[in-house]
């Protein structure tokens, strides 16, 4: 029995992936795991985006200073650096299905809790308590955003990056509608009411996922670990792909911290013009993220030459927004939305083929295509972008103090450029060079549970091959393995 044959209700056949329109066509089951993912995606959202924007208003209140309650905002951040990498190497103790309803149960209990921050007196008390929320609620993130993609990669096997982006753009929306709603609910309700509100909202999900997320459960007969955050790290060629999310994070750390003060306020613009720009990047990105996606699963260009684009784009869209110094172009809004929009579109594509890429990077070093390294390597990707919004948030403002915006932004632009030339040669090498690849070989079978709950007619087990990794020539391997379609 196959491994989609076994994932199907009732063992009827697989259906095609796509079908003959080039839309995706689904099985219940698929369609079920879709709309939990995309609607845990879009409340969590929600949840995590409220805390900026009326945050530091009532922290002002209680005596705190912008550098306190930033860096309160900023602790999901620092967290997620911290956290996501051990829940990645860890997602099959945890439990796939645990680490996702555990985790947006416990964030939506974090963002009710939020809104009673007004309750506590000012001082010491109220920052402890603020950071603590914070804290757990970032870890319970961490175990969504992990088995998110886990399940993603282990449902969708050939259409991974089609239904990440979709996933990336339901998460955009979120984010660019939740102060809006916010808004209206904290007219209404005060302080308190977007959390509660978004909060409940939030652990209501957990029923459907309860209920329609499987669940799967392995058991190895060899005690020997084959997965590790140190030789993932040691992964050479990922770290193209790992060096253009925090090269690009920390370029949207520095357009979200300068680009009011530094850009935007020379023009005199109202702040609901303020708002519609700032959108731009975020609206720009949430329409292209899907593009890159099918570019990703059905285009025959390879992912690094897709990398390279991506950030070049990110590059270019900060000589625009600067201006680069020494070069002649010129100071007007139209510049700054072309720039902003661009830069939307580039970091849409870092985020979408950057992390299939370190995926298939993984993969093609030798780890099983499994749960474990699907979320082993989006543990380590959330990491490294929670790092670089962290690092920009706080450094920013402090490099702009030292040396001015157009020096600070010359420096931001100059390592994407460097990432993306010295990207474009090892690729010139690459095809000029005689290649040993990793090939692999079935030797024997390890069962694998799904267990779902509810009356859905799943299948209950299957069996999947255990990977012998050898050395081969590159013609063998061209002949034998689906990876000359990658590179």
């Known amino acids: 029995m196959s491994e989609k044959q076994s994932l199907l209700p009732d063992g009827k056949e697989d259906e095609e992936e796509r079908g003959s329109s080039g839309c995706l066509s689904l099985s219940r089951r698929q369609w079920c795991v879709l709309f ?17 924007p009326f ?10 200073s912008a550098s306190v309650y930033g860096f309160i905002i900023g602790t999901n951040c620092l967290v997620s650096f911290l956290v996501t990498p051990f829940v990645g190497e860890n997602l099959s103790k945890i439990g796939m299905k645990f680490s996702f309803v555990a985790g947006v149960f416990v964030s939506g209990g974090c963002c009710i809790l939020s809104g009673f921050l007004e309750w506590f007196p000012p001082g010491l008390e109220f920052v402890l308590m603020a950071v603590a929320i914070r804290t757990v609620q970032a870890t319970a993130n ?57 909060g409940i909202l939030e652990i209501l999900v957990c029923f459907p996922s309860y209920f329609l997320l499987p669940e799967y459960e392995t058991e190895r007969k060899d005690k020997k670990k084959g997965l590790g955050l140190m030789r993932l790290l040691k992964v050479p060629t990922i770290w193209i792909s790992f060096l253009g999310l925090i090269l690009s994070t920390l370029a949207n750390g520095f357009i979200t911290i300068t680009l009011e003060p530094q850009v935007l306020r020379k023009f005199s613009l109202t702040p609901f013009f303020v708002g519609l720009v700032f959108g731009l990047k975020d609206g720009t990105n949430s329409i292209t993220c899907p593009v890159w996606g099918h570019f990703c699963d059905r285009s025959s260009v ?4 897709l990398m ?20 002649p172009i010129p100071e ?13 579109v580039g970091i849409a594509g870092v985020q979408v083929v950057g992390l299939i890429d370190s995926m298939h990077e993984a993969i093609y070093a030798g780890f099983p295509d499994t749960a474990d390294t699907h979320g082993l390597v989006s543990g380590v990707w ?75 007619g799943y299948a209950t087990s299957l ?24 590179y």
């Open 302 to 305: 390879s992912f690094k030459t």
């Open 36 to 52: 939990v993912l995309y609607l845990a995606s879009m409340s969590t959202s929600f949840a995590i985006c409220l805390f900026p």
């Open 382 to 456: 959330s990491s490294l972008g929670g790092a670089g919004r962290f690092i920009s948030r706080w450094g920013s403002g402090i490099l702009v103090d030292k040396i001015g915006y157009r020096d600070s932004s010359a420096i931001v632009t100059v390592p994407l450029l460097v990432l993306a030339f010295l990207t474009f040669g090892y690729t010139l090498i690459k095809k000029t060079t005689p290649q040993r690849h990793i090939q692999e070989t079935e030797v024997e079978s390890t069962p694998i549970q799904t267990r779902n709950a509810g009356e859905m």
């Open 332 to 344: 007007t809004l139209g510049v700054v939305i072309g720039g902003l929009a661009l830069y939307g």
């Open 142 to 198: 961490a175990g969504v955003i992990v088995s998110t993609f886990a399940y993603i990669a282990m449902e969708f096997p050939n259409s991974v990056a089609a239904v990440f982006s979709f996933n990336r753009t339901m998460t955009n929306v979120a984010q660019m509608a939740g102060p809006i709603v916010g808004g209206a609910l904290y007219e209404v309700g005060g302080f308190k009411m977007p959390f509660l509100v978004m």
């Open 463 to 486: 069996k999947l091959p255990r990977r012998r990794f050898t050395l081969c020539t590159e013609e063998d391997f061209s002949k034998t393995s689906s990876f000359n379609a990658i």
């Open 308 to 327: 390279i684009i991506s950030v070049l784009m990110v590059g270019l869209s900060l000589l625009f927004l600067g201006p680069f110094p020494y070069l």
């Open 55 to 64: 945050f530091p208003k009532i922290a002002e209140t209680k005596g705190a």
